[in-house]
C-alpha cells in the first residue's frame, strides 16, 4: 500500500533563517505531489503541484520555493523565513490528475 | 473558475443526532467531488468521493454523500452522531478529465455535544 511521510512534525525557525520541509511518498511511481498551507480559518491554499522530477507549478507568489530532485520526493524550501510563513504545511500526493490526494500529517512551522 | 462554498464555518450538533454538511460548487463541466476529514494537529483523510453513476456514495465511517447537478450541491450526511466525528471537514472540486489540481472549501468545523 502507499504511504506519505512528512518531517518534521513541528518546527521552530527563527525569522531570517532558512526552511526545508521534506515529503516521500512509498508504495507508487510517479505521483503527482502537491504542498499546501493551512491557516486556522482559511482552509488550504495550493502552493506549489509537481507532475514529474523537476517539474514545478507555482499557485501563489511567495517566500517558498519546491523542489522534486526524485521521483517520490517533494521539498518546500526558503532562503530566508518570514512571520508570514507560519502555518500548517500538508503535502499530498494522488496517482494521477484529478484523482483523490492523500495527504500526510502535516508540519506546524512557527517563526519568531 | 472553480470554487467551493462551505456555508457554515461551525456546526455543533448533539450526540446520537443526524449530521448534514453543505456543500456548494461552481464549475462549468462535469466534476469530480471530494469530501474529507481532518482531526487536530493531522493531515486530511479522504472520507468519499464522486464522479459518476448513483448520486448517492456511501464512504468510510458511516458519511454518505449526495450530489445533485439542479442544486450544485454535494452535501455530506451522516444518521447518527458520534463524539469521535468531531473535527474539520473539506469538501473539494476538480474536473472529471483534463489536468487541474482540485479546489478546496474553507472547511466546516462540527462540535460534538454530549
Known amino acids: 500500500s502507499q504511504t506519505i511521510h512528512q518531517w518534521p512534525a513541528t518546527l521552530v525557525q527563527p525569522v531570517g533563517s532558512p526552511l526545508s520541509l521534506e515529503c516521500t511518498v512509498e508504495?507508487?511511481?510517479?505521483?503527482?505531489l502537491y504542498w499546501y498551507r493551512q491557516a486556522a480559518g482559511r482552509g488550504l491554499q495550493l502552493l506549489f503541484y509537481s507532475v514529474g522530477i523537476g517539474q514545478i507549478s507555482s499557485e501563489v507568489p511567495q517566500n517558498l520555493s519546491a523542489s522534486r530532485p526524485q521521483d517520490r520526493q517533494f521539498i518546500l524550501s526558503s532562503k530566508k523565513l518570514l512571520l508570514s510563513d507560519s502555518g500548517f504545511y500538508l503535502c499530498?500526493?494522488?496517482?494521477?490528475?484529478?484523482?483523490?490526494?492523500?495527504f500526510g500529517d502535516g508540519t506546524r512551522l512557527s517563526i519568531l | 473558475a472553480q470554487s467551493v462554498t462551505q456555508p457554515d464555518i461551525h456546526i455543533t450538533v448533539s450526540e446520537g443526532a443526524s449530521l448534514e454538511l453543505r456543500c456548494n460548487y461552481s464549475y462549468g463541466a462535469t466534476p469530480y467531488l471530494f469530501w474529507y476529514v481532518q482531526s487536530p494537529g493531522q493531515g486530511l483523510q479522504l472520507l468519499l468521493k464522486?464522479?459518476?453513476?448513483?448520486?448517492l456514495v456511501q464512504g468510510i465511517k458511516g458519511f454518505e454523500a449526495e450530489f445533485k447537478r439542479s442544486q450544485s450541491s454535494f452535501n455530506l450526511r451522516k444518521p447518527s452522531v458520534h463524539w469521535s466525528d468531531a473535527a474539520e471537514y473539506f469538501c473539494?472540486?476538480?474536473?472529471?478529465?483534463?489536468?487541474?489540481?482540485?479546489?478546496f472549501g474553507k472547511g466546516t468545523m462540527l462540535l460534538v455535544s454530549p
Open positions: 508504495g507508487t511511481s510517479n505521483p503527482n
Open positions: 499530498a500526493w494522488s496517482a494521477r490528475d484529478n484523482q483523490p490526494q492523500h
Open positions: 464522486y464522479f459518476s453513476g448513483d448520486t
Open positions: 473539494a472540486v476538480g474536473p472529471l478529465s483534463g489536468y487541474s489540481t482540485l479546489t
